[in-house]
C-alpha cells in the first residue's frame, strides 16, 4: 500500500538518504562485524511503501500526554518570539525550554511528531536524541534543520548514557521490545534516572499477550511472503523508488531474515516494571493498533498483520 507524500514526514526525500548513509554510519557489532544497514538503510522505504506499520497511528496519544507537560515550556504568542519563560522548573535547565529525550529513534518520525505536537501550541523544545547507531541520528539531524528543530544528538547505547541535565520528558516508541525481559528494568531505571521528580516517560508498545518471553523473528514463510510483497509493491511503485524491484525485494527479505523484537505480553508486567523503577503509572491502556493496514498476506514482528492491540504509557517520576 502506497504512502503519500506528508510535507512533515518527507519520505520520498529522506529514503534514498537513509539508503545512501546506512552502509557509512551503522554501527558494526564488535563480535561478529555485520553492521545494522540492512535495518535502517531499509527503514524509511519500508514505510513509504506501506510495508510495516507507522509511528503516525499513535501520533494523537503522543500529542495528548505531552499536554501533560506543557505547562514547563516556554510559550509564545503567534508571530512573536519566545520571552522568558513561565516555568516553575526553569532552573533545572537554564533556558526555559522544554526538555525531551528521545530514547532510541530508528528515524526522525518520533522526533516529527514531538516537535509538531509542541511548537503548534507555541512550546519550545529542546530535543535531545539518543540511539547506538549513526544513521537514525544523521536523519534526526536532517529532519531538525529542516524544520528548525533544537536537537542534540548522542551516539551511545541508552543504559550507558548520563544527562548533565534532567530532561521534563523522555519519549520513546516500541523501544521495550528491543530489550529481553531481563534488562528492562535497568532501562526504566535509566529512563528515571534522567528525568527530575515529575518528569514523565511516554511510550507506546506492541501488545503479544500469546508470546513467550524469547525473542521473536519472521517465520520463514513469512520471510517468503514479505519478499514476494516487497517486489509487487516495489515494481508498483518503480516511478517512486529509485532502486529496481529485485534489489528491493533482496533487502526486504535480509531485513525479515534479520529482525526481530523481545515480546511486550501484558499491561500488568508493564505497570510492575514502571512502579518497581520508581514511577507512578498515570496512563495505562491496551488499545487497538489502528493506522493504515499492511499489504494482505503478509505478517511479522515490525508489520501490523494480525498484531491487534498495542499499549500506551504515561508514567511520572517519583521523587
Not at 551503522?26 to 535502517?40: N, S, V
Not at 549513526?134 to 534543520?145: D, I, Q
Request: positive net charge; charged residues 25%.
Amino acid at each position: 500500500m502506497k504512502k503519500s507524500e506528508d510535507p512533515l514526514d518527507p519520505l520520498v526525500e529522506s529514503a534514498p538518504l537513509a539508503w545512501q548513509l546506512a552502509p557509512q554510519l551503522c554501527r558494526k557489532d564488535p563480535a561478529t562485524g555485520e553492521d545494522c544497514a540492512w535495518e535502517h538503510g531499509m527503514w524509511q522505504y519500508l514505510r513509504l511503501t506501506g510495508l510495516v506499520g507507522s509511528i503516525e497511528s499513535r501520533a494523537s496519544f503522543y500529542a495528548g500526554a505531552l499536554e501533560r507537560v506543557e505547562e514547563q515550556g516556554e510559550r509564545a504568542p503567534p508571530g512573536k518570539s519566545p520571552g522568558p519563560s513561565r516555568s516553575p522548573r526553569t532552573p533545572t535547565t537554564g533556558t526555559g525550554a522544554l526538555r525531551v529525550l528521545l530514547s532510541g529513534t530508528a528515524d526522525y518520525a518520533l522526533l516529527a511528531l514531538v516537535a509538531r505536537g509542541l511548537c503548534k501550541r507555541g512550546v519550545v523544545p529542546a530535543v535531545t536524541a539518543i540511539d547506538l547507531c549513526g544513521t537514525p541520528l544523521a536523519l534526526n539531524r536532517w529532519y531538525a534543520e529542516r524544520a528548525a528543530v533544537r536537537l542534540e544528538t548522542v551516539h551511545t547505547d541508552i543504559l550507558h548514557y548520563r544527562a548533565a541535565q534532567p530532561f521534563d520528558a523522555v519519549c520513546t516508541d516500541n523501544f521495550l521490545g528491543r530489550f529481553p525481559a531481563a534488562e528492562r528494568d535497568a532501562l526504566t531505571a535509566k529512563w528515571r534516572e534522567s528525568l527530575h521528580p515529575g518528569g514523565v516517560v511516554i511510550t507506546a508498545s506492541r501488545l503479544r499477550p500469546e508470546a513467550t518471553e524469547e525473542r521473536l523473528g519472521f517465520s520463514p514463510r513469512q520471510v517468503q511472503a514479505f519478499r514476494d510483497t516487497a517486489y509487487r509493491v516495489a515494481a508498483e511503485m518503480s516511478g517512486r523508488l529509485p532502486v529496481n524491484a529485485t534489489e528491493f525485494a533482496r533487502r526486504a527479505e535480509i531485513y525479515a531474515t534479520r529482525h526481530y523484537t523481545y515480546p511486550v505480553r501484558s499491561a500488568q508486567e508493564v505497570q510492575s516494571l514502571f512502579e518497581r523503577a520508581g514511577f507512578r503509572v498515570d496512563h495505562l491502556a491496551v488499545v487497538d493498533s489502528g493506522g493504515t493496514a499492511t499489504p494482505a498476506g503478509i505478517s511479522g514482528p515490525s508489520v501490523r498483520g494480525g498484531l491487534k492491540k498495542s499499549l500506551q504509557i504515561v508514567a511520572t517520576r517519583l521523587p
